[in-house]
């Protein structure tokens, strides 16, 4: 049954990625035939790769640490609180995480940078250090945090906490020893998405950080793009490969040991109003937080949108129906960049979900090494170069009987491959903790396998299915890396369009960008909001 569920994950990794990764690495390696594996030691031995792989990995480390000790208090509050206007702020906060990195590190060179609101107010610039990156990550990742741990924090039963008391333990040493173990599978797989995620980090970098800093994913876009050195991209391909395979291996043998089955219970019953001068002073910490960290820079996107040279107006928005106002960057009005971008969306979406949601099921119960090493290899998408991705489907996906290379669904399969590991991680949690003493009872009653999923499991991971929904909608609606080699010009995506148009002068080009931007913005934030707005009924069925 176990390996049953994993035959398409299985053959979707191996097609998708396995392959397109190992023929670019293997091109760059291979010289007449030949492995120049010298050159691996060639490249390790230079002082400035060096630097480059000490960077990576401890703005990574500071970049996850600050976005735990800023987003793990919001995941408490959209978990247990109820306010005005939770679920539309439960959208917004995802927002960030759809956008292009490009359009992220533009966002906070507007705010840190010259000419910036800092700049303006009071001096200060922090663009080209790292304390713009960190920031700029945190503002990106904020939402992975509170979607991840607080979906199964609101599913946990308040009362054992409660238990715990009245027999005698303060509310912090209750917290510590009733709540905590039951969330730190959650808050694993929340630092290790973010933790790849700033790993990676190209755009953010290499707008805030300047010529001074450097990841891996920036310096193998240097070596392919502007150096045309495709040995040494390889090899920092290979490394970048090693590094998060052994990070997923330690996440996997330290998270597993850790996991148990819990009770869990309908998110709608365990929030309440806030109660105490603590949890309203913890409600405004976290909206102020918010406001800064999030609507701020998100409101500079919107005032550049509209800042024309002839004053506050919607040009920006009127220029994109016309191909022409673009200046030749494409072959269609760029507004057509919203409708494709929706469509491959959703695509993807469903894409991700049946692959993510066979992936899951089959990894529910605890098994051999083999089934715990694809758990770690689905989380690879997320750390390895989209650069070394996207070339990847270009040069192997051209020929039958995977020739795909002028189809249309090459965008959201490779816009699935990133949120694949988002559903996996989102499910997980929530699926081991399903007692397996109710499937056993199911089965004891005739129920088969298929059916004691749908009655036991479907009905208690359903909310946590729809988290992985948005996740997956998101994360593909703001793919950007590997897109950006696919998609073709009469079909553009929104991340693809705002990038392009970042890339060429002009104040028309850039207002334009901008425009769209707020536009991804709106989508996104529309979409996430109908998601929160269903609620499944005991029945199974959802409900607006």
Not at 289 to 317: A, C, H, M, N, Q
Not at 392 to 400: H, K
Request: aromatic content about 10%.
């Amino acid at each position: 049954m176990r390996f049953g569920l994993l035959t398409v994950p299985v053959a979707f990794f191996a097609a998708f990625f396995a392959y397109p990764v190992a023929a670019i690495v293997g091109r760059g390696l291979k010289v007449d035939g030949v492995w120049q594996l010298g050159r691996i030691g060639e490249v390790l031995a230079d002082p400035h790769i060096a630097d480059v792989l000490w960077f990576t990995t401890w703005q990574a480390l500071a970049s996850t640490g600050l976005t735990l000790l800023i987003a793990l208090p919001a995941a408490y509050v959209f978990a247990r609180l109820d306010f005005p206007g939770k679920q539309l702020l439960r959208a917004v906060i995802t927002v960030p995480f759809v956008l292009p990195t490009v359009v992220v590190g533009t966002a906070f060179l507007a705010l840190l940078g010259r000419g910036g609101l800092l700049d303006e107010l009071w001096g200060v610039r922090l663009d080209t250090t790292v304390w713009a990156i960190l920031l700029a990550h945190v503002f990106f990742n904020y939402a992975v945090v509170v979607r991840t741990v607080g979906g199964l924090w609101s599913q946990l039963d308040p009362r054992q906490e409660e238990a715990a008391r009245v027999l005698g333990a303060g509310r912090f040493a209750a917290w510590r020893r009733v709540t905590l173990p039951a969330l730190v599978p959650a808050v694993a797989a929340a630092a290790l998405m973010v933790f790849l995620f700033t790993f990676t980090s190209f755009g953010v970098v290499q707008i805030l950080g300047g010529p001074a800093y450097s990841t891996l994913e920036v310096e193998i876009y240097r070596q392919t793009a502007q150096f045309l050195d495709l040995p040494t991209a390889a090899v920092l391909t290979l490394v970048q490969f090693a590094a998060v395979g052994a990070i997923l291996a330690v996440h996997a043998w330290t998270v597993r040991r850790r996991e148990s089955a819990l009770k869990l219970v309908d998110a709608a019953r365990t929030s309440r109003p806030p109660r105490g001068a603590g949890q309203w002073a913890l409600l405004g910490g976290v909206l102020a937080t918010v406001v800064l960290l999030i609507l701020v820079p998100l409101g500079v996107l919107v005032e550049r949108s509209v800042d024309g040279p002839d004053g506050y107006g919607f040009g920006y928005y009127r220029a994109l129906q016309s191909a022409a106002a673009s200046g030749g960057t494409f072959l269609v009005p760029p507004l057509e960049a919203v409708w494709n971008s929706l469509q491959y969306a959703v695509v993807a979406t469903a894409i991700a979900l049946v692959v993510g949601g066979l992936a899951a099921a089959a990894l529910t119960r605890r098994a051999g090494r083999l089934v715990r090493g694809f758990d770690a290899l689905l989380m690879l998408p997320l750390g390895v170069s989209a650069v070394t991705v996207g070339f990847g489907f270009l040069i192997t996906l051209d020929r039958p009987p995977l020739d795909l290379r002028t189809s249309w669904i090459l965008v959201p399969l490779a816009q699935a491959l990133v949120g694949v590991p988002f559903v996996v991680r989102t499910m997980l949690p929530v699926l081991r903790a399903v007692d397996a003493r109710l499937r056993e009872a199911a089965a004891v009653l005739g129920a088969s396998p298929l059916r004691a999923w749908r009655e036991v499991d479907l009905p208690m991971v359903r909310r946590a299915l729809l988290v992985a929904a948005g996740f997956a909608f998101a994360v593909s609606l703001g793919e950007f890396g590997a897109t950006v080699f696919i998609a073709r010009p009469d079909n553009p995506t929104l991340p693809v369009a705002v990038a392009r148009l970042l890339g060429r002068a002009g104040d028309l080009n850039y207002g334009q960008a901008m425009a769209l931007s707020t536009i991804l913005m709106v989508v996104c934030a529309v979409a996430l909001l109908v998601l929160e707005r269903v609620r499944p009924d005991r029945s199974g069925s959802g409900e607006f």
